[in-house]
């Protein structure tokens, strides 16, 4: 009787850490599902104010965790990072091609540093939102 019981608890012990990942799994697709489609940015700010160019869309694209988009010189694409209570778009890779025109390079480089500070996603009709410390991105439905 005494090995049953031991034998339950031992496969309980090991099933908890498979049960709380898949938990947490199921999070990070809820967290994930505000950001689903395609969107074109139509305002973007940081702490040194507004920044937006409509001669050059920004675009970004989420399909289940895996985000991409366009910015003014080059394309970029990674991973939502769900966790307790938040989002983010966490890491993610670009191409390397130089911006002709300077602006466009600092555009650029504010858009991803902002992408980097995302926490949050809220969705309303037809646009999506997303807020950091100090950022605010707003797109509209492509």
């Known amino acids: 009787m005494m090995t049953t019981i ?5 496969a309980l012990a090991l099933l908890a850490p498979l049960a709380l ?9 809820t967290a994930a599902e505000p ?3 395609a969107w074109v940015l139509t305002s973007g700010a940081d702490a040194r104010g507004a920044f937006i160019d ?9 399909e289940g965790r895996d985000f ?6 080059n394309s970029y694409s990674g991973t939502l990072d769900a966790s307790a209570g938040g989002l983010g778009l966490g890491s993610f890779a670009t191409t390397e091609a130089a911006c002709a025109d300077p602006e466009q390079m ?6 991803y540093a902002a992408l980097g500070e995302v926490e949050r ?3 309303t ?8 410390p100090g950022v605010e991105l707003v797109f509209a439905a492509d």
């Open 6 to 10: 031991r034998r339950r608890r031992r």
């Open 21 to 29: 990942v898949a938990l947490l799994a199921g999070c990070a697709d």
């Open 35 to 37: 950001l689903q489609g």
């Open 54 to 62: 409509a001669a050059s869309p920004i675009t970004l694209e989420v």
């Open 68 to 73: 991409s988009g366009r910015s003014p010189c």
């Open 106 to 111: 600092e555009l650029e480089g504010r858009y």
């Open 121 to 123: 996603a809220e969705r």
């Open 125 to 132: 009709a037809g646009e999506l939102v997303l807020t950091g």
